[in-house]
């Protein structure tokens, strides 16, 4: 064996053995003497070897002892605490990043709503082109009416006038022997065949202005009723000659008898001259007859033309309504495009932020890794020199007592640490990595001291260590626990944006896939359309009121149909959708879906293009996870659209907890500029049902921007789940779908269909009578057979079946919805009912697997009509404000008390604060409700009527339980005592009362004391109450409640002839008040020496207000006293508001100086007071 260095004198030379040298750490005597000795040299270098051994192990618990140094441990949590402060402020630096790049998008989404309102705008103007279109089409129509009712008219005057010249005919052939009267006959005849001559020119005229434009057709139209009338007027005028002539005539012919006899030759002669002048006449009226017969063609020819004319403009129409249709399809187009722009604009802000936590995150552990090595190097490098150092410096120290007691301490601490090892073995990593702490929820112990070197004053640092590191521990403590959170968020949004960037994979995907199978239907139809068969337009109707046109075939499935909506809409196709033709049966529920079946085309369907046409889901069950997006906010928007329509009746509070998510999922995180646009463009039906309490739409806003403001942190997709879920826990009538039936008497009710079974309501729907479920209930489902009058069910606990009778519709839709409700069931579920369902494979082929939704309902809410107490006071409170018997003489509502009620039943907490103060109240409003607050806290709802037994108190929530009352600061007198005495005797859990501002008038006091005797008070405050020194006098029983700590009398009339009773009783020892409010009040300095002597012996009240009282500078001096003695004040007010309390500059710098020997003071106000003046 051979040791470096060292070599035996007798061993031979050799020019390759090196000579031994003297190691540094071996004297030269020792070397020198062993040099010789090989076993004597090894032993000196195993001794060597055993000592720097142990001095290693003595560095290495000095070192663990120096780690567990309280100082240490502080300096260490205070360079932790600078890193993460360091970090914080770049985490705070990249969110004001954020922020300002959100503002920035918020800037780009206003610019794109008003582009959206411009949009808006000119959809507007041209619906109002096509009104004003429409109107005058109508009046078009309305003339041309008119023109052929006057054309009519002309036909039947041309008629008359035919059977007038007939008449004329038969009047000439009967005195045809006169010859003045056939001479003044044919000069009628001749005037009559002028005015015809006339007419014809007069109807050619009107032909050729027919041909002409409309126009000149309407002037036209208007010269023939001029014309008309010139006719009817002038016929008249002819008419009467003609009575004239008559009668002239007549006389005439008298004359001609007696003169006959000598004109008989005359009259031969004249008998063949009017022979041949009617031969001539004949002729004459027939050639007239023809022309008005051209002439009434060529009217005819002029209506047809009319007619062309109106059809032609009938097409215009038409195509102006195509046009404007694509004016709309544009305006939707540009809709979608800016949803798209906003969803692309939201994703790339989120791919942005997450972008940049990611950076921030990578440098955030690389800075923190590198810090962590350096500092980890750095400390072990000045530990180890330090130790060094103190080891060589404590040895040279330590007596030979001292060092003999810490080497046996060392040798127990190495016994005892080794068995540690042996009964629990850590990590090998702990050994060498760095001492971090973790779990700060309990300080470290700090090393004790030895005895001899323990003395107050370390004992006094030691502790103040201790306090420092504690404060240091918590403030890491709350770091770690924000940096957790930190961290889950970064990894939450990591796993959102993993999910989102699969989710675009995916709809790109489809997006080509949907591109390809849109391309081969347009070829497929093109084919189609060449081989005859013709293309027809059918409108479909959407839940959120929007409606499509699309187009199909006859010869077209109603699968295909779906698929041409869903593209058409941009939806992925799936079993959840179905199109339903609406039916109306006029029934109770109006309109009656039915839905169509997949596998029949249109045309077995018996649908046309008139037929009322809803795309819509059939099933109402919670999917697990949506694979598109836009599908789960379809069915958002469908299940929305029953709460505010009410098809599902839902109380207040529900519907308004639902309208916050409904306010996520369109506007996201809410904040002032977006409250106020919540009902720009639509009402509050877009939101609320209708039947929500009539308070405006100020109060709504309100209301919903609070729930609203609950929601912050939700992803539109976190808010849709949310909204449903909330739904389906408290909602009553959650996925019903709702059927007309009648019972064996004939009366009328409503038949829900739902995924948990059958349940029986009443016609409105606000009563459940019965229960039909799957599962999980008395009456379950055993089986259910449809016939032509109804549907029978069977339940399990009976052998009879029951038949509920509806129409034949409706009938086939309840059988096959309790059949596909039945299928959805989970599997083992469906086994163990064993239900036969006919075509069960085909059907199960047409749904989804039950894997894909949550399971049904264990158990739905009964609906009743309230669920809690303070519903109850709400309602009835309402129904008084809002009584319609009374409209003239009905109170304002007290929007205060209803705001407080709303907070506790939006927030899901009890009413336990009714903080009425400066509400504008009168003593009818406090009346009012003081009498329905007791009647709600004494409310039973099982006391209410029912149609069938319910258990009401199953969901029934007794939130009423007032702790804190506050009516200050309102417009009450003396009357409303009673009506204060009977809330506080009726609620027994107050503990914090404020009647400030309502009049004792220093003889009402006792009113109030006795009721408060009775509870359990720890603060009451009666400021501006006009209490005397009689009035405190009555309130002196008050100081003997062990719980009252805090009483308020400020603003009175209290002066200091009471002070002594006041202060007997603060000296009481169960006296418990610590808060004391005396302020504003009279108290002269002599009431103050007496409160200030008990204060001395008995150290209460901590708190005092003593402000305003006429105390002038000597109780400014007292006061200084009083701080003096330490007497356990911690917060004394002094204020001079009202002048009379005038603490001057010396008085203020006198209490200075007692502050800084009082360690108990924590506030003191002088406000007001002339500290700038000196005493005179």
């Not at 502080?74 to 605490?81: G, I």
């Not at 939101?687 to 939700?714: A, I």
């Not at 009666?1022 to 309130?1035: E, H, P, S, T, Y």
Request: aromatic share 6%; hydrophobic share 35%; charged share 30%.
């Amino acid at each position: 064996m051979s040791l470096p260095g060292v070599k035996a004198s007798n061993w031979p030379s050799s020019k390759y053995v090196r000579e031994p040298e003297c190691p540094p750490w071996m004297a030269r005597d020792a070397f020198e003497s062993a040099k010789g000795d090989p076993e004597k040299l090894l032993e000196l270098c195993h001794q060597k070897v055993q000592g720097a051994q142990r001095t290693l192990d003595t560095t290495r618990k000095m070192t663990e002892a120096l780690h567990q140094d309280p100082q240490y441990q502080y300096a260490h949590a205070v360079q932790a605490f600078e890193e993460l402060r360091r970090e914080h402020l770049q985490l705070n630096d990249s969110y004001n990043d954020l922020e300002t790049i959100n503002e920035t998008v918020q800037e780009v989404v206003e610019v794109l709503r008003a582009d959206k309102h411009q949009l808006l705008t000119e959809l507007n103007e041209i619906k109002r082109e096509i009104s004003i279109q429409s109107i005058e089409n109508t009046k078009l129509a309305l003339k041309e009416k008119e023109g052929f009712a006057f054309q009519e008219g002309l036909e039947k005057k041309l008629n008359g006038q035919e059977e007038q010249l007939r008449q004329l005919d038969d009047e000439l052939r009967d005195y045809s022997n006169q010859q003045v009267q056939i001479q003044n006959e044919m000069g009628s005849l001749e005037g009559a065949a002028h005015n015809l001559s006339h007419q014809t020119a007069s109807l050619s005229e009107l032909r050729n202005h027919l041909d002409g434009t409309r126009l000149q057709q309407e002037e036209a139209i208007r010269a023939l009723e001029k014309e008309i009338e010139a006719k009817v007027a002038e016929v008249g005028a002819h008419d009467e000659q003609l009575w004239d002539f008559k009668r002239d005539m007549s006389a005439r012919i008298l004359a001609l008898q007696r003169k006959a006899q000598s004109a008989n030759d005359e009259l031969a002669r004249l008998h063949r001259l009017s022979e041949h002048e009617m031969n001539t006449l004949s002729q004459q009226n027939r050639a007239l007859n023809d022309e008005l017969k051209n002439r009434s063609d060529a009217l005819y020819a002029t209506k047809k033309e009319m007619n062309e004319y109106t059809s032609s403009a009938q097409r215009e129409i038409n195509i102006k309504k195509e046009e404007i249709q694509q004016c709309l399809s544009i305006v939707d187009l540009v809709e979608r495009q800016n949803s798209g722009l906003e969803a692309s604009i939201a994703r790339m802000l989120e791919q942005n932020r997450v972008s940049e936590n990611q950076i921030q995150e990578k440098d955030n552990i690389n800075n923190k890794n590198l810090i962590e090595q350096a500092n980890f190097i750095a400390m072990v490098h000045m530990e180890l020199q330090t130790v060094r150092e103190d080891l060589y410096m404590i040895k040279s120290r330590l007596c030979h007592h001292c060092r003999d007691r810490l080497l046996t301490g060392e040798q127990e601490e190495d016994e005892a640490e080794e068995l540690a090892r042996l009964q629990q073995p850590h990590p090998s990593l702990h050994a060498v990595a760095p001492v971090v702490r973790t779990d700060y929820t309990q300080p470290p112990v700090p090393q004790q001291l030895p005895t001899h070197m323990s003395s107050p004053g370390n004992d006094l640092e030691r502790q103040r260590m201790e306090g420092e590191l504690a404060k240091a521990h918590e403030a890491l403590e709350a770091l770690n626990r924000q940096l957790l959170e930190e961290r889950e968020e970064r990894a939450r949004e990591r796993r959102e944006e993993e999910e989102t960037r699969y989710q675009e994979e995916d709809d790109r995907l489809h997006r080509q896939q949907e591109e390809e199978l849109r391309k081969r239907r347009d070829t497929e139809d093109d084919r189609r359309k060449q081989a005859g068969d013709e293309l027809k337009t059918f409108t479909i109707r959407f839940m959120n009121g929007t409606r499509k046109k699309v187009d199909a075939f006859m010869t077209d499935t109603v699968q295909d149909l779906i698929n041409r909506v869903c593209s058409k809409v941009g939806l992925r196709p799936s079993e959840m959708f179905y199109i339903a033709h609406s039916v109306n049966e006029n029934s109770v529920l109006g309109m009656v879906d039915r839905f169509l079946d997949r596998s029949k085309t249109l045309y077995e369907e018996g649908i046309n293009t008139k037929c009322n046409l809803v795309f819509k889901f059939k099933h109402y069950k919670r999917v697990i996870k949506w694979i598109d997006t836009n599908a789960q906010d379809r069915f958002f928007q469908q299940v929305h659209n029953n709460i505010v329509t009410e098809y599902y009746p839902s109380p207040e509070k529900l519907a308004v907890s639902l309208a916050g998510y409904e306010l996520q999922t369109v506007f996201g995180d809410a904040t002032g500029k977006k409250r106020h646009s919540y009902f720009d463009k639509v009402g509050l039906d877009a939101y609320l049902p209708v039947s929500v309490t009539p308070l405006g739409y100020e109060y709504w806003q309100e209301r919903l921007f609070r729930n609203h403001k609950r929601r912050k942190g939700m992803s539109p997709t976190d808010a849709r789940n949310k909204y449903i879920d909330t739904l389906r826990q408290f909602g009553s009538h959650w996925g019903m779908t709702y059927f007309d039936i009648r019972d064996k008497e004939n009366r009328p009710f409503v038949a829900g269909i739902a995924e948990d079974g059958l349940h029986i309501l009443s016609s409105d729907k606000r009563v459940l009578i019965q229960s039909l479920r799957f599962m999980h209930g008395p009456n379950q489902l055993a089986g259910w057979e449809k016939s032509s009058t109804g549907i029978f069910v069977k339940r399990r606990d009976s052998k009879f079946m029951t038949l509920y009778a509806s129409s034949k519709l409706q009938s086939e839709e309840m059988y096959n919805l309790l059949s596909e409700y039945y299928l959805m069931l989970p599997r083992e579920v469906q086994q163990a009912l064993g239900i036969e369902i006919p075509h069960r494979d085909q059907l199960t082929q047409e749904l989804l697997p039950p894997e894909t939704f949550l399971p049904p309902l264990d158990s739905r809410r009964v609906p009743v009509e309230f669920e809690s107490a303070a519903e109850y006071l709400k309602t009835i409170y309402l129904e008084q404000v809002f009584s319609p018997d009374d409209i003239d003489n009905r109170p304002e509502p007290v929007l205060k008390f209803i705001n407080e009620i709303d907070e506790a039943l939006d927030a899901g907490r009890a009413l336990v604060s009714m903080d009425l103060s400066s509400a504008g109240m009168h003593d009818t409003d406090w009346a009012m409700i003081a009498e329905l607050i007791i009647r709600a806290m004494d409310y039973d709802p099982t006391a209410e009527p029912s149609v069938v037994p319910t258990d009401r108190l199953r969901n029934w929530e007794s939130n009423l339980q007032l702790e804190k009352l506050s009516i200050a600061n309102n417009d009450l007198t003396s009357s409303s005592l009673p009506a204060t005495r009977d809330i506080l005797n009726r609620c027994t859990l107050l503990t914090d009362v404020d009647v400030s501002a309502l009049p004792l008038d220093n003889r009402h006091e006792a009113t109030l004391v006795e009721p408060l005797m009775k509870l359990r008070v720890q603060s009451l405050a009666m400021n501006d109450c006009l209490v005397g020194d009689k009035g405190v006098r009555a309130l002196l029983d008050l100081f003997t409640n062990r719980t009252l700590h805090t009483l308020l009398l400020n603003r009175n009339r209290i002066t200091a002839n009471v002070m002594g009773d006041i202060a007997g009783c603060l000296d009481l020892p169960y006296c418990s008040i610590m808060n004391l409010g005396l302020g504003t009040n009279k108290i002269q300095l002599r009431g103050l020496e007496t409160l200030i002597k008990v204060m001395e012996r008995a150290r209460k009240p901590s708190t005092l207000n003593f402000s305003d009282n006429p105390l002038q500078t000597r109780g400014g001096q007292r006061f200084g006293q009083l701080l003096e003695q330490q007497c356990g004040v911690t917060d004394l007010d002094i204020s001079n508001t009202t002048g009379q309390m005038n603490i001057t500059g010396d008085v203020a710098l006198y209490i200075t100086r007692q502050l800084l020997n009082n360690p108990e003071i924590v506030r003191i106000n002088f406000s007001d007071n002339p500290i700038g003046q000196e005493s005179r």
